[in-house]
Structure formats: C-alpha cells, structure tokens
C-alpha cells in the first residue's frame, strides 16, 4: 500500500515538477557522493555510494509522499537541503581527521526541522548523515553513529517543541548534554576511553555551539532567500504583540474579529487535508489587513456608524472593496511580510466577482431611463486576482467566504449552516475558483466537513437545534 503510493509519488514528481526539480535532486546527488567518496578506496567508495543513493532517495521520498502538491514542496527548498547536506559533507572532509564530533550535525538537524515543522524529515536526515559521517571516519564506527545520532535527535525534538529563535542555543546545549551522556554510556561499558572524554565532549559542545550561532544569524536570510515560512517566524506573526496585527485590532476591530474566526475555520480545515495548519492560521490573521485603509466601508466595522456607501454609487463601492486586496498586498510589503503571506493577501477573493453591487449597478441600469443607461461591465466588478495558488491559499478562500456567509444568516440551524457552506464551495469551484491550487475533490470534501465541524462548534449558542423549518 505504502509502496504503491510512494510509487505514484515518483511518477508524479517527473511529471508535474519538470526537469528543475529532478536536477538539483541528481545533482545533490552526484555533489555529495563525490564528497563522501574521494578518500575511500574502491570497495568504501562503493558502499557509501550505494548508502548515499538509498539516503537520499529515502529522504526524497518521505519529502515527497509529505509535502508534494503542497505549498513546502518547491526547487528552493530542495535547493536548500541539497546545500546544507553538501555543505555539512563538506565540513566533514576537514573535521573529521581533527575529531569526528566538530561535524556542525547540530546545524544541519535544527535547519531540517525548522524549515519543515515537521520531525519526520529532520529524523531520516539525522540518521543518514551520522551514518554517512561515521563511515567516511577512520575507526570507531558505531561510537560516532550513536553518539551524533543521539545528539542530532535531540537537536530535533527540542528544536521542534521550542520554536522561538532564542530557544536554539538551548536547544543546542541540551542536545550536546544528550550527546555527552551517550559518550559516558560508552566509557562506562569499556567501549570509549576516559582519556579522549573531555576532547570528545569539548569537540561537541563547541560544535553545537558554533552551528547554533551560524544558525541565528543565517536563519532570516535563508527565510527571504528560499522562500519558506519557518515556524518561528509564523509564530512571531501570530503574536496580537505584531504591529500590523494591532493596527488591525486598532483601527478596523470588526475586521480583527472576523479575521480571528477565519484563522480558527482555516487552521481545522488545513488540518483535515494535512497542508501547513500554522501557515493558514497566520495567513487567515493578515488576509483582510487592507481594510485598514478604509475600514467603515467594510460591514463589520460598521455597527455604529451609516454606511458609506450609501453615498456612492455601486460602481465606485465595488472599487474601494476591490482594493482591499491590493492595499494588503502593499501594507504586507511596507511591514515586510514573508512573501508567502503577501500571496494569501492577493489571493484570498481570486478573481472573482462583487455580486452584491454588480446586482445593485445591474438592478440601477434597469431602473434608469434609457438614455442614461450604461453597458455593465462584469469585469469591472472582478477583484485582479490570481485565483489561489496553494492549498492554504484556497483553504484561507473558503474559510473567509463561510465565516461571511454565515454571519448573515438570520436563524441558522445546523442544516441550514451544512447547507450554505457546502454550496458556498461549489460556488467556488463552479466559478473556476479553484482551478489554480493543488486540491483534490477528496481534500474539497474534507474541508467542507471540517469547516461545517468548526462553525457547529463556534457559533454553538447562536445555533438553533429545533430545526422548526423543517417541522
Ligand atoms: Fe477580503
Ligand atoms: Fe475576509
């Protein structure tokens, strides 16, 4: 079963990603083996060419099956791997005669499990570098396995559990102590000698140390250059501390309410369907921040005040809400927020249509006398778009249109609640909506349970179980 569906994988990966991705995979390759097997003679050479392929292809693999048609999954971030790997390879080639416990593993582990949130990846990764680097070691093989891998587990479960940036050098610390406790399980059985401890346990801890340092200081780069979101990052936007967030709450509070459902619809639904929950949360929070510009044409900001747009006419409104988006897109730049974030902002209506002022501009156009009447231009009405392109881009879509929808229903009964939200979906997906992002009909269906789930549990007390409509 596992088997075939990795299989697919494959099949799928040289056919939907083209030849860039499968390139920088053959190249990560052929750069790491030449590493690992120039100073081995013939028969080493061949095992840890043998032990490279099967590494990688493990790694490739459990990458793939995780992340492919998913946000994670782009030439960047494979990009990223191939160079960190190499590099640590690299670094192996001069450490290793000095001692074999310098290799910056530490470094390599922490990158993996902050960049992919996810322990998995990191673990395959700790384990084929350690064995990797105790092969290409002179002497003591199984010493140097278990002690980096025992170390670079650590490294991963206390770099993903911690995610605030200052928390690495503890993280760092403690996986060195782990390290160094593995190192005294091997004195104390007679396997390691007492001598070579404090150099041992030195080379370590000053390891874990530097790597830690480099790390912080390389991490916000390696954000902005590859293109990802670490969790850190997406929890230090979270913080209601953030200036753009409290600006929000500030200026257009309905707007920071409805935003906050949102968050909470899409962060289940991206759940269901296993796509980056944490980055739909974040993008939920930021999606409508453009409001901010204008908030009193927006109805949730309007309760004690008259609507403006009573004043316009229904052209010039759909405008102003149309460039809600836009002005988003530049606040996310002005804050400097990740790229990805910026996206879901732009993203988050598609190109879709005004319907409430396109029928009023239609209803108008009717009622006017014929030589005033104009020709209505549906695009005109149309936000710029691009449609959603990832999956949390989408999910964000249907969460924001639900949470709308339902706030306007006048008695909503769970039946009726079920109902909006599973035609409110295929609204979007009759309308093209959809036709950009990476969502199957089985993760269309799993969102639209998930989010008719949330809005039950939300809006509980609002909810009128004697569903007297239907008798
Ligand atoms: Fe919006
Ligand atoms: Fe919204």
Same mark, same amino acid.
């Given at each position: 079963m596992v088997f075939k569906k990795n299989k697919l994988d494959w099949a799928e990966f040289l056919k939907r990603t083209g030849l860039i991705e499968f390139s920088i995979a053959a190249a990560w390759f052929v750069l790491s083996s030449l590493i690992i097997v120039v100073p081995s003679d013939w028969r080493r050479a061949l095992a840890l060419l043998v032990l490279? +392929?099967?590494? @990688?292809?493990?790694?490739?693999?459990? *990458?793939?099956?995780?992340? %492919?048609?998913? *946000?994670?999954f782009t030439k960047r971030i494979f990009l990223l791997l191939a160079l960190i790997s190499c590099s640590v390879l690299l670094a192996a080639d001069y450490l290793l005669p000095l001692n074999p416990l310098l290799v910056p593993l530490s470094a390599a582990t922490a990158i993996y499990a902050l960049v992919y949130g996810n322990r998995s990846?990191?673990?395959y990764l700790t384990i084929y570098l350690s064995f990797v680097l105790a092969l290409q070691g002179s002497e003591?093989?199984?010493?140097?396995?278990?002690?980096?891998?025992?170390? +670079? @587990?650590?490294?991963?479960?206390?770099?993903?559990?911690?995610?605030?940036?200052?928390?690495? %050098? !503890?993280?760092?610390? !403690?996986s060195a102590l782990a390290?160094?406790? %593995?190192?005294?399980?091997?004195?104390?059985? +007679?396997?390691?000698?007492?001598?070579?401890?404090?150099?041992n346990a030195g080379a370590l801890l000053l390891s874990a140390v530097c790597?830690?340092?480099v790390i912080i200081g390389l991490l916000p780069y390696i954000e902005d250059i590859f293109y990802i979101i670490t969790p850190t990052k997406l929890l230090e936007l979270a913080s209601p501390a953030n200036p753009l967030l409290r600006r929000l709450s500030m200026e257009a509070p309905g707007t920071y309410h409805h935003s906050l459902i949102v968050a909470n619809l899409a962060d289940a639904a991206a759940e269901s369907i296993k796509a980056n929950a944490l980055l739909a949360r974040v993008g939920a929070y930021y999606h409508d921040i453009g409001k901010i510009k204008r908030p009193l044409f927006f109805v949730e900001n309007q309760h004690a005040f008259d609507n403006p747009h009573n004043q316009l006419n229904p052209h010039m409104s759909s405008q102003i809400i149309i460039a809600h988006t836009r002005d988003g897109? %530049?606040?996310?730049?002005?804050?400097?927020?990740?790229?990805?974030?910026?996206?879901?902002i732009r993203q988050h209506h598609?190109?879709?249509?005004?319907? !409430?002022?396109?029928?009023?501009f239609k209803e108008a156009n009717a009622q006017a006398a014929e030589s005033e009447r104009t020709l209505v231009n549906e695009n005109d009405f149309r936000y710029p778009g691009p449609k959603p392109q990832t999956k949390e881009a989408a999910v964000i879509m249907l969460a924001d249109s639900c949470e709308a929808a339902v706030r306007t229903l006048e008695k909503p009964t769970p039946s009726r609640v079920n109902n909006l939200i599973g035609r409110l979906i295929k609204e979007k997906l009759d309308a093209g909506q959809l036709a950009d992002c990476p969502l199957t009909i089985r993760e269309l269906t799993a969102i639209q349970l998930s989010l008719q789930k949330t809005v039950a549990n939300m809006f509980h007390n609002r909810i009128a179980y004697n569903d007297k409509s239907k008798g």
């Open positions: 490279n +392929g099967a590494g @990688l292809g493990l790694i490739i693999n459990k *990458i793939l099956t995780m992340h %492919a048609r998913s *946000i994670f990846v990191a673990i003591n093989y199984f010493f140097y396995f278990t002690v980096h891998t025992i170390q +670079g @587990l650590f490294m991963v479960y206390f770099s993903s559990v911690r995610t605030e940036r200052n928390s690495l %050098a !503890y993280s760092a610390v !403690y390290g160094i406790a %593995a190192i005294v399980m091997f004195c104390l059985l +007679g396997q390691s000698s007492f001598v070579s401890f404090y150099a790597s830690i340092v897109a %530049a606040l996310g730049r002005e804050y400097k927020l990740p790229q990805l974030i910026i996206d879901i598609g190109d879709s249509v005004v319907t !409430y002022f396109l029928h009023t």
